[in-house]
Structures are given as structure tokens and as C-alpha cells.
């Protein structure tokens, strides 16, 4: 069993009389990437402030690493890295000088470091390069650089694809994916571009107004949103007995409510309804189904809503 690297129990935050989190339990596994969702505003930030001792909670508790007292918390912190939002570069300064700063700033020893990190993000040839003239791209790879430096176990990013181009996102997805699987690096992500979560993070929390809706893993994600075919039919038996015969297929199930959920033909609807019906079938109802990760969080957060 994975051990927790990031736990949250009844955490609240509290701004004069609006909770902007509200009792959130959030669990991150070590060596998962972990897609925080939801809309703007929805408290994505203010957790990640908390956790990286930017902002103080209301009340609830955060552990990282198996450690919650004030005094493990601030060592603990130390093996985070953390960019949040638009971080701030010396830009007539290289990507090198840059770095050289943030590792005095932060107290890390040894300029070695700073090599390291330019290499993980594909920054090692910038050299002379000033940071006023680099893309946006590049400039949040440096972000990334800066949150690298001292080889964090946990790696926090708000909203780090925010602006860049499909090349720029492609670019940085891959980075990030490299960095988790081939240093071991927990990765907890928050975005409202939900196509690319989707295809980064290997498990997500959903939280809509502060509060967190559902925790799940990619597989369950894929399972919940898998498309099929929901057919309901005056004769079960029959109508599983001529999908297995006539239609060499056993990939479906039968739900407690009596509908068949079918996962092949999801694009032939028409071909097994005319087959159910050679049969002396009635089918009383025959419609796709499936969703992908944005239309899951829209059903749910609208279902949260009413």
C-alpha cells in the first residue's frame, strides 16, 4: 500500500464570514499526479497556499510526509517545491542567475543543483540567454527549474499550463511525466483545462465552492465515463442471449435496474437494434452513453449544485 505524502482532515480556510474551503480531505499517494479540478475560485489556490505555509488555516489539519505539529510541518515543507502562479524572474539575469538567487534565497547548498534543474526542464542551453527574452514556454520551465532546486519529493503547480500555446502544453505535459517516472517526483497539479488533465494525472479531486465533491483514480474515472450503449428491453434473458449469439459479444453487464450496458457497437446502435428486434425483442429504450472528464465534472459539480 502506497503511504500519504499529502493529507488533509477537515481543513477549512475562512475569509471575514465566507468559507473559500470547507471541510476538505484530500489524500495524494506517493508517486501519483494528483489533478486538482475545479472552476475558478473554487479554493484550488487557497489549498495549495495552505500546504505550502503561504496561509494559515482556519482549522482542520494538514500532514505531509506522516508529519502534522507546526514544528515537523516547517521541516517537512522543505522537501516541497512549489510554483504558484506567474513566478517572479530578475529578467535582464539568465536562466543560471536566476536560479543561483532563488537557491541563496532558499538556502539550498551547492551550485550543483542549479545545473540539475536546468537539465531536468531542458534549460541547459540557454547560457547567456536573458530571461526577458525567452517564450512563455520557457519561461515556465524556469518556474519549474526554481521548484526543482533541492530535489523535491513533492512537486505543487497551480495552473502551470495557463497561456501557453498547444506546443508549450505538450512540451510541459511530457516534462512532467518524465520528472514523475523517472524521478519519482509526487506531482499534485490543479487546473481547470480538464482534456489535459486527463491526459496527465493518474488520479484527480474534484472540488467545486470550496469543497471537495469525489477523490478517484484514472481507472475509475475511465470506468464511470466508459461509452456503451444503455439498452432496456421486455426480455433480459432473451435480449443477453441473442447479444451472445448473434452478436459475438460478451463485453457488457446488466445494472440492478435491469438495463444492459453495452461497450461494443457504440457507434452501430443501429445494427443491434435491428438484431434485437429480428428476435421478437421490444426495446423500450436504446441510447448511448459516456462522458469525458469535462462532461464528468460538469454532471457532477451541476448535481452539487441543485
Not at 476538505?24 to 501519483?32: F, M, P, Q, Y
Not at 524521478?183 to 486527463?198: A, G, Q
Not at 433480459?236 to 463485453?251: D, H, M, P, Q, S
Amino acid at each position: 500500500m502506497k503511504e500519504y505524502v499529502l493529507k488533509t482532515k477537515s481543513l477549512n480556510k475562512k475569509y471575514k464570514k465566507d468559507f473559500v474551503v470547507s471541510d476538505l480531505n484530500v489524500n495524494v499517494k506517493r508517486g501519483e499526479i494528483y489533478g486538482f479540478i475545479g472552476e475558478n475560485g473554487a479554493g484550488k489556490t487557497t489549498l495549495i497556499r495552505m500546504v505550502t505555509g503561504l496561509v494559515t488555516p482556519t482549522s482542520g489539519t494538514i500532514e505531509l510526509f506522516g508529519q502534522d505539529t507546526p514544528g515537523e510541518l516547517s521541516r517537512a515543507r522543505k522537501s516541497i517545491g512549489a510554483l504558484i502562479e506567474r513566478p517572479a524572474f530578475y529578467p535582464t539575469m539568465t536562466a543560471y542567475e536566476n536560479l543561483e538567487a532563488c537557491r541563496i534565497q532558499k538556502g539550498i547548498p551547492g551550485r550543483e543543483s542549479i545545473a540539475r534543474a536546468l537539465e531536468m526542464v531542458n534549460l541547459e542551453d540557454t547560457k547567456s540567454k536573458k530571461v526577458k527574452d525567452f517564450s512563455l514556454g520557457m519561461k515556465q520551465k524556469l518556474g519549474l527549474a526554481m521548484a526543482l532546486l533541492g530535489n523535491p519529493e513533492l512537486l505543487i503547480l497551480d495552473e502551470p499550463i495557463n497561456g501557453l500555446d498547444p506546443s508549450g502544453i505538450i512540451e510541459i505535459r511530457e516534462l512532467l511525466k518524465r520528472l514523475n517516472k523517472e524521478k519519482n517526483i509526487t506531482i499534485l497539479i490543479s487546473s481547470h483545462i480538464l482534456t489535459e488533465l486527463y491526459q496527465l494525472a493518474t488520479c484527480y479531486g474534484i472540488i467545486h465552492k470550496g469543497r471537495l465533491l469525489e477523490e478517484l483514480t484514472l481507472k475509475e474515472l475511465d470506468e464511470k465515463c466508459k461509452r456503451s450503449l444503455n439498452i432496456k428491453v421486455d426480455d433480459l434473458n432473451k435480449a443477453v442471449f441473442i447479444l451472445e449469439r448473434e452478436l459475438n459479444t460478451k463485453n457488457f453487464r446488466v445494472l440492478p435496474d435491469g438495463t444492459i450496458s453495452l461497450y461494443d457497437y457504440t457507434d452501430n446502435a443501429k445494427l443491434v437494434s435491428s438484431t434485437l428486434t429480428k428476435s421478437e425483442i421490444i426495446i423500450e429504450q436504446i441510447m448511448p452513453k459516456g462522458e469525458d472528464l469535462e462532461g464528468y465534472f460538469m454532471n457532477l459539480v451541476g448535481g452539487a449544485d441543485k
